[in-house]
T-cell receptor, first 115, second 112 residues
Framework: ETGVTQSPTHLIKTRGQQVTLRCSSQSGHNTVSWYQQALGQGPQFIFQYYREEENGRGNFPPRFSGLQFPNYSSELNVNALELDDSALYLC??????????????FGSGTRLTVV | KQEVTQIPAALSVPEGENLVLNCSFTDSAIYNLQWFRQDPGKGLTSLLLIQSSQREQTSGRLNASLDKSSGRSTLYIAASQPGDSATYLCAVTTSGTYKYIFGTGTRLKVLA
């Protein structure tokens, strides 16, 4: 098992720019979820992908979009960055669709700063 | 709408103390509840997962209980150590959904 890896670790972008964050799922996991965690807050669910299709979405605008690839790695894209998008972005993978939380494994996150 | 609240927001205790962290949720129709640990600037590590049909789970010095009817869970840490210093997050998922809803966490500091 290699765990969940996210890249980059840190990123600084200018307001209005676009950003792509990447996540490599744990071996054997075909479901990935993305969360946004603002400073001092709990993570907020953005969306989940299962077998390359979006499988649930939180209360985030369409400028937050994602992709999941055949090898189950994933990307989170954010367009037209705003200052409030500054946060820790977390990726979590899990095995085989919805397993009731078992094996839900988080990566270390990407710290995005928008200036 | 499900909301998760954690009390206290911060806690500082001397090494060796037993302590209790509290989590409450507004919708009792949960599928499961997880307690996570987060070190500063890092990702989340799952500590304990309690399915809706279970009352408690134990792992080492940690014990988590779940009372679905009252919308409460507690995380009990026995004989706290400085290495336990971290933020502890409680999260629930509601039946039929695919997302975890998190509380804002309890920041724990254990003093040597």
């Amino acid at each position: 098992e290699t765990g969940v890896t996210q890249s980059p670790t840190h990123l600084i972008k200018t307001r209005g720019q676009q950003v792509t964050l990447r996540c490599s799922s744990q071996s054997g996991h075909n479901t990935v979820s993305w969360y946004q965690q603002a400073l001092g807050q709990g993570p907020q669910f953005i969306f989940q992908y299962y077998r390359e299709e979006e499988n649930g979405r939180g209360n985030f605008p369409p400028r937050f979009s994602g992709l999941q690839f055949p090898n189950y790695s994933s990307e989170l894209n954010v367009n037209a960055l705003e200052l409030d998008d500054s946060a820790l972005y977390l990726c979590a993978s899990s095995p085989g669709g919805w397993t009731g939380g078992a094996g839900y494994t988080f990566g270390s996150g990407t710290r995005l700063t928008v200036v | 709408k499900q909301e998760v609240t954690q009390i206290p927001a911060a806690l500082s205790v001397p090494e060796g103390e037993n302590l209790v962290l509290n989590c409450s949720f507004t919708d009792s129709a949960i599928y499961n509840l997880q307690w996570f640990r987060q070190d500063p600037g890092k990702g989340l590590t799952s500590l304990l997962l309690i399915q809706s049909s279970q009352r408690e789970q134990t792992s080492g010095r940690l014990n988590a209980s779940l009372d679905k009817s009252s919308g409460r869970s507690t995380l009990y840490i026995a004989a706290s150590q400085p290495g336990d210093s971290a933020t502890y997050l409680c999260a629930v998922t509601t039946s039929g959904t695919y997302k975890y809803i998190f509380g804002t966490g309890t920041r724990l500091k254990v003093l040597a």
